[in-house]
T-cell receptor, first 113, second 114 residues
Framework: DTEVTQTPKHLVMGMTNKKSLKCEQH?????MYWYKQKAKKPPELMFV???????INESVPSRFSPECPNSSLLNLHLHALQPEDSALYLCASSQDGNTDTQYFGPGTRLTVL | AQSVTQLDSHVSVSEGTPVLLRCNYSSSYSPSLFWYVQHPNKGLQLLLKYTSAATLVKGINGFEAEFKKSETSFHLTKPSAHMSDAAEYFCVVSDPDSWGKLQFGAGTQVVVTP
């Protein structure tokens, strides 16, 4: 089973709201990723967690706050977002870092009003 | 440094005809190469992966890709397109020291006409 699940599927929020995106995998993978994808563009890496520790932050604004409570779960906490943050947010996982295959979830479509 | 160039941003094929999606890469090492497909409003699905075991890689749904080191290419083909193949396709490279950072091509949109 190579399934990564993400909730919610869709999220609409105002600029003053606080919300969270959730990602889960049960493949025993030790690396998890958050990506942001704008329409007609490839995904852009935001964060990488390796063995539950943040290993890469691609200079993402602090209004995005990742959290890895355990090896199966990855959250992305959102606060004071801007309309330009509207995008598809994808989670992925891999056995380990480096050249391991990344398996993607279906994404959360976020709209910021 | 790694980079990926997908030579066609848009490919249109008739159902039942062959599909060719072209990808060139640049890498300082022996990279891993991937093709992913993304249907509208969906996540990315892995089609196939090259990791130096064999130059011709077979993937899911009848797709295959050939790694040509001399041409630094990793083109994706399918002998007979199906309507369900209409999607965005991404060629992706990963270097051994990239620590999980994938380099995506810009994507190729495939349209399949009846």
């Amino acid at each position: 089973d190579t399934e990564v699940t993400q909730t919610p599927k869709h999220l609409v929020m105002g600029m003053t709201n606080k919300k969270s995106l959730k990602c889960e995998q049960h493949m025993g993978h030790r690396a998890m990723y958050w990506y942001k994808q704008k329409a007609k563009k490839p995904p852009e890496l935001m964060f990488v967690y390796s063995y539950e520790k943040l290993s890469i932050n691609e200079s993402v604004p602090s209004r995005f706050s990742p959290e890895c409570p355990n090896s199966s779960l990855l959250n992305l906490h959102l606060h004071a977002l801007q309309p330009e943050d509207s995008a598809l947010y994808l989670c992925a996982s891999s056995q380990d870092g480096n050249t391991d295959t990344q398996y993607f979830g279906p994404g959360t479509r976020l709209t910021v009003l | 440094a790694q980079s990926v160039t997908q030579l066609d941003s848009h490919v249109s094929v008739s159902e039942g005809t062959p599909v060719l999606l072209r990808c060139n890469y640049s890498s300082s090492y022996s990279p891993s190469l991937f093709w992913y497909v993304q249907h509208p409003n969906k996540g990315l699905q892995l089609l196939l992966k090259y990791t130096s075991a064999a130059t011709l890689v077979k993937g899911i749904n009848g797709f295959e890709a050939e790694f040509k080191k001399s041409e630094t290419s990793f083109h994706l083909t399918k002998p007979s397109a199906h309507m369900s193949d209409a999607a965005e396709y991404f060629c992706v490279v990963s270097d051994p020291d990239s620590w999980g950072k994938l380099q995506f091509g810009a994507g190729t949109q495939v349209v399949v006409t009846p």
